[in-house]
């Protein structure tokens, strides 16, 4: 079999009708022998081969041709794709069968300089050992993918390489042609020679207008087409952040994290941890005292007459009696004393009941305190005997999630059939997809469409205001005015006067304003000024009354401090008061030790309760333990799947975690 050149085209063109969302492998493969059923066996069975193997590794293959095409192929033709990733098969996994007399000929059919240049950068070391192993390993296991392939691809290297050098130095020699005999020329009669025609007149070249250059519009690119490139970058860079955030964010799940009762119990016992230590805290300072004395007040004219006014009508007042009891009226002395004595006695009275009330209050709230503890202690009894109902709850929850595992594995099992069935499912996916993919094109073009028509009603719109504008320029304006200004209009009216006469007017009308209001001036400044001595005067006054009140107010303070004195001592002499003062002593008294008890049984209770969680916890997780281990034992014979064992993987980490968290390690 020589041919090797005719079948690699044959199977390149076989390569491109296969269609994997329309034919499977093994009926294309049957299509395709039917077409060739008119070449030998061995023929058959070598194109045959070579296609089953191209589709099976397309994966691969791909890889090595992009990456041509993107380095050393950027100027070879992409119809030519599927002839490059036949010569990737036959010199990747075909090179040990067919011998390299074999890919000798296969060249040699071949276009000799194209196929040189990507093998040459095929069974490149640095391509090899770097970027085609990587992208290789990331579909096949990369040990798998370099003890068979890379390494035998590296010790073919150096015959391959010699034998393409080989191939394009031959190429390069230059063409030698064979030397042939001299061949009779033929020679041409010697007639006569015909007279030479007349030159004719030259045509007048007619002369053409001017030609006017293209606008610049023409060369750039709309506004329109610019503001969709933006938004195609917009929108591709969202996709790259959140493509980003889900590699970034995909194996969130995994981590399991602590239930709310974890968490709440490990903020609990670090805050009593914090409380239980003793630092020595910063103390606070004080608040500054206020200096209340000497502070200066000021006044404004307002009240200054105002104080004024008070107290010069409590001096007429005072005058005013003054002159009653002159003429004979009654002193009203003896009436205020009475009135103050019976005053000074209705304040002592409320005083005591005021204490009295007070006394009873606290007396109710130690009451209050004493009945809380003992509803704490109720409540206590009635939490254990919960704790001992949720420790029989959890033992329950242990053998529902036992029996929960059991459906889950057989659940995983029906989910694993269901995925074989999956193809019907791509194609689907597929036709949705182009379907979304053709909607959106339309919409592409509607919106171009509705761009044109907007910039071409702009356009006109732009060309009629340059018309009207233009039109506009094109009227012509008169720039002077002769205007002469002591001449009066000629209207025929009475009070018509020249510009001259309006500014002298004008300006005498100024300057008998500016005299009125510098004589205005005047006048307020010397109203102003008297005010102020007048109310200096009352300054005075008002500073005479204020000291002779601060020395009456000293006198009623000391009075009111006298008062306050005799009132205390009348309250410490009432029997009824001391003996609720006694009856608030003992209640407390009772209340301290009523708490003492309580915290000897609360110590005690926590202590019990620790000890039976920890236990029930034990014995859980243990059960658990157990049925993990028997589901090891499982995987271990090749029983139960994949997934199940990734499960309990995970479950085992969790259970690690649960029991070297601080909650735990501080419970036991």
């Known amino acids: 079999m020589n041919n090797y050149g005719k079948h690699i085209y044959v199977v390149a063109q076989l390569l491109n009708k296969f269609d994997p969302e329309n034919y499977s492998v093994e009926h294309f493969l049957d299509e395709s022998s039917k077409d060739l ?36 192929g950027k100027r070879c033709l992409k119809a030519e794709h599927s002839l490059y990733v036949v010569i990737c098969y036959v010199a990747s996994f075909q090179l040990e069968e067919l011998g390299l007399h074999n890919i000798y000929t296969i060249i040699k059919s071949l276009d000799v300089a194209k196929v040189c240049k990507f093998l040459r950068f095929f069974f490149d070391d640095l391509n090899l050992s770097t970027w085609i192993k990587d992208e290789w390993s990331r579909i096949y296991d990369s040990t798998y993918v370099k003890e068979n392939w890379i390494d035998s691809l590296l010790r073919w290297q150096p015959e391959v390489k010699q034998m393409v050098d080989h191939l394009l130095d031959k190429t390069a020699r230059p063409f030698v042609p064979v030397k042939t005999s001299k061949v009779t020329e033929p020679k041409a009669f010697n007639l006569i020679k015909p007279k030479p025609r007349p030159i004719p007149v030259p045509q007048k070249i007619p002369i053409q207008g001017k030609s006017h250059p293209l606008p610049q519009t023409t060369y750039k690119e709309p506004k329109e087409k610019q503001q969709l490139e933006l938004v195609k970058q917009k929108n591709r860079q969202k996709a790259e952040e959140l493509l980003m955030e889900a590699n970034n964010d995909q194996f969130k799940c995994a981590n ?32 500054p005292a206020l200096k209340v004395d000497n502070i200066p007040v000021r006044l404004n004219a307002t009240t200054i007459l105002r104080e004024d006014a008070l107290y010069q009508r409590k001096v007429d007042e005072e005058l005013q009696r003054i002159e009653n009891l002159i003429e004979g009226a009654r002193d009203s002395s003896e009436f205020l004393e009475w009135k103050r004595k019976m005053e000074e006695k209705d304040l002592e009275q409320q005083l005591a ?31 254990s005997l919960m704790r001992e109902e949720t420790a029989e709850l959890m033992r329950q929850y242990a053998e529902k999630r036992l029996q929960e595992d059991k459906e889950m594995r057989d659940l995983v099992e029906q989910v694993a059939e269901g995925h074989r069935n999956a193809k019907q499912a791509r194609i689907m996916l597929q036709k949705y997809k182009q379907k979304i993919a053709q909607e959106v094109t339309e919409e592409n073009r509607e919106l171009l469409r509705q761009a044109l028509e907007e910039a071409e009603e702009e356009l006109r719109k732009k060309f009629e205001l340059i018309c009207e504008i233009r039109a506009i320029e094109s009227v012509p304006f008169i720039r002077q005015k002769f205007v002469d200004l002591t001449q009066v209009s000629g209207h025929g009216l009475l009070c018509e006067m020249s510009v001259v006469e309006l500014k002298e007017r004008l300006t005498l009308l100024e300057e008998a304003k500016r005299k009125e209001e510098e004589d205005k001036r005047d006048q307020i400044l010397s109203e102003k000024q008297a005010k102020e001595q007048y109310l200096l005067d009352k300054l005075e006054q008002i500073s005479l ?25 009348s309250l410490a002499k009432n029997e009824h008061i001391a003996e609720l003062q006694k009856k608030l002593e003992e209640k407390t008294q009772e209340r301290k030790k009523q708490a003492e008890i309580l915290k000897l049984t609360s110590d005690k209770y926590a202590m019990r309760f620790w000890s039976t969680r920890n236990k029930a916890q034990e014995r859980q997780w243990k059960e658990l333990e157990d049925s993990r281990d028997r589901q090891v034992q499982l995987v271990h014979h090749g029983i139960v799947p994949e997934m199940t064992a990734q499960k309990m993987a995970t479950y085992q980490a969790e259970r690690n975690e649960v029991f070297s968290s601080p909650s735990y390690v501080l419970q036991a």
């Open 256 to 287: 399991a994290e602590k239930s709310k009762s974890t968490k709440l119990m490990i903020d609990q016992i670090l805050k009593e941890k914090e409380k239980s230590l003793s630092f020595r805290t910063p103390k606070a300072r004080p608040i």
């Open 353 to 383: 009941k005021i204490e009295y009330r007070r006394l009873e209050g606290k007396i109710s709230h130690e009451e209050a305190l004493l009945s809380r503890q003992k509803i704490i202690e109720e409540n206590r009894m009635k939490a």
């Open 545 to 569: 009354h204020r000291a002779a009140l601060g020395k009456a107010a000293l006198l009623k303070q000391e009075e009111n401090k006298m008062k306050t004195e005799y009132t205390k001592t």
């Open 37 to 72: 059923q008119n070449l030998d066996v061995t023929e058959q069975t070598f194109i045959l081969n070579v296609l089953g193997g191209c589709i099976q590794y397309k994966s691969l293959l791909e890889i090595v041709v992009d990456g041509f095409y993107a380095r050393d």
